[in-house]
């Protein structure tokens, strides 16, 4: 595709559940980020997966959350047990060099 | 940590005018960004600078990077810039060059 794509756009899910979100980067792309924006707030980083180094996983918020990469391709976010405080909108990003291109995001609500 | 701080806030102007938003961060950088985003749209990348001024368009955004600021500009603003802008800056060094910090943005709205 031309652009980075994410998975589902839009999803509801009730307190407790575990969600996935799927991030398909641009092709070529060896570094894939994860963003969060919560209503009203900036943005932040959650996690960032560069080629085949070991992910930074720095900015994840609490062990409910874990994140994968397959290669340089399709990435997955899970929240487990999810919370109303994880309500937001889900972003990722692709780049090759330093310039990120970001996807339309997955906008979660929990409740 | 970093920290980034962008000023103002909000900001009202009228189609024509000049703009500038303002963005200062706390640590060394690998680079700066500049993001747009659109009510209920996704984020557009506008620049990428680690040192001097770039130019697209009727946008211009510099750095100072002794100062450890940067400012980005709309010369003849039009109400279709009206959209959030977002200072980013990138960890130096090491690997961790793609992480991103982000300041709170700038939401700015042009009126005919």
């Known amino acids: 595709g031309a652009g980075v794509s994410q998975s589902p756009s839009n999803k509801v899910t009730e307190k407790g559940k575990d969600v996935e979100l799927r991030c398909d980067p641009i092709?070529?792309?060896?570094?894939l980020y994860w963003y969060r924006q919560r209503l009203g707030q900036g943005l932040e980083f959650l996690i960032y997966?560069?080629?085949?180094?070991?992910?930074?996983k720095s900015g994840l918020p609490s062990d409910r959350f874990s994140a994968e990469r397959t290669g340089e391709s399709v990435s997955t976010l899970t929240i487990q047990r999810t919370q109303q405080e994880d309500s937001a909108v889900y972003l990722c990003?692709?780049?090759?060099?330093?310039?990120?291109?970001f996807g339309p995001g997955t906008r979660l609500t929990v409740t | 940590k970093n920290e980034v701080e962008q000023s103002p806030q909000n900001l009202t102007a009228q189609e024509g005018e000049f703009i500038t938003i303002n963005c200062s961060y706390s640590?060394?950088?690998?680079?700066l960004h500049w993001l747009q985003q659109h009510p209920g749209g996704g984020i557009v990348s506008l620049f990428m600078?680690?040192?001097g001024k770039k130019k697209h368009g009727r946008l211009i955004a510099t750095i100072n990077i002794q100062e450890k600021h940067s400012s980005l500009h709309i010369t003849a603003s039009h109400p279709r810039d009206s959209a959030v802008y977002i200072c980013?800056?990138?960890?130096?060094?090491?690997?961790?060059?793609?992480?991103?910090?982000f300041g709170q943005g700038t939401i700015l709205t042009v009126h005919p």
């Open positions: 997966f560069q080629g085949n180094s070991a992910p930074d």
């Open positions: 092709s070529g792309h060896t570094a």
């Open positions: 640590v060394g950088i690998s680079a």
């Open positions: 600078l680690s040192s």
């Open positions: 980013a800056v990138g960890d130096a060094g090491g690997t961790s060059y793609g992480k991103l910090t």
């Open positions: 990003a692709s780049s090759f060099l330093y310039e990120q291109y």
